[in-house]
T-cell receptor
Framework: QKEVEQNSGPLSVPEGAIASLNCTYSDRVSQSFFWYRQYSGKSPELIMS????GDKEDGRFTAQLNKASQYVSLLIRDSQPSDSATYLC???????????FGTGTKLQVIP | GAVVSQHPSRVICKSGTSVKIECRSLDFQATTMFWYRQFPKQSLMLMAT?????????EQGVEKDKFLINHASLTLSTLTVTSAHPEDSSFYIC??????????????FGPGTRLTVL
């Protein structure tokens, strides 16, 4: 089983819709969870971090964490064409441990 | 603003030469930094963990004698690609964990260095 699993996509949503990105992870001791956005040819940009079960909202972004199910998601409301990118989920067992990424989910927001 | 910088952002070199890439944490100290490589349309692949004051830890399949890592200070790690060949052409990215209040930390990535070996 892969450490981090995401649907590689592409996930296509119309402009203004909600984009839902999902991630499952295998390491039960993971405590910190990060969502990164990577535009083509650029390095990953941290957009959300979540540490406890439940929801965390920041602007148009909402991260949801369920440690019992080993599942973390990212919702993007009012999707914009500028949100088109690859989104990477990254669980960490400890703060200074290496981040191992899955393939990420490619999101396409159609104008 | 940026919290992790890399230099250079782009480098073109001849086959057989060595290239040094610097990664700096800008407003925090990082005893650990990470080096990644990404080929076009592929995932980020972790190459090694850079440790201040000790040897780097390399991932399986990464040649430590080819990719030299030196964590010179609490804010600087360097990756040297020795005797570069065209197959080493890639996007090299570093990251560093930034401590937060409350004991958590967040990992930030540098802007990356695009290496082209002719």
């Amino acid at each position: 089983q892969k450490e981090v699993e995401q649907n590689s996509g592409p996930l296509s949503v119309p402009e203004g819709a909600i984009a839902s990105l999902n991630c499952t992870y295998s390491d039960r001791v993971s405590q910190s969870f990060f969502w990164y956005r990577q535009y083509s040819g650029k390095s990953p940009e941290l957009i959300m971090s979540i540490y406890s079960n439940g929801d965390k909202e920041d602007g148009r972004f909402t991260a949801q964490l369920n440690k019992a199910s080993q599942y973390v998601s990212l919702l993007i409301r009012d999707s914009q064409p500028s949100d088109s990118a690859t989104y990477l989920c990254a669980p960490l067992a400890g703060g200074y441990q290496k981040v191992t990424f899955g393939t990420g989910t490619k999101l396409q927001v159609i104008p | 603003g940026a919290v992790v910088s890399q230099h250079p952002s782009r480098v073109i070199c001849k086959s057989g030469t060595s290239v040094k890439i610097e990664c700096r944490s800008l407003d925090f100290q990082a005893t650990t930094m990470f080096w990644y490589r990404q080929f076009p349309k592929q995932s980020l692949m972790l190459m090694a963990t850079s440790n201040e004051g000790s040897k780097a830890t390399y991932e399986q399949g990464v040649e430590k004698d080819k990719f030299l890592i030196n964590h010179a200070s609490l804010t600087l790690s360097t990756l040297t690609v020795t005797s570069a060949h065209p197959e080493d052409s890639s996007f090299y990215i570093c990251s560093a964990p930034k401590p937060l209040a409350g004991g958590n930390n967040e990992q930030f990535f540098g802007p990356g260095t695009r290496l082209t070996v002719l």
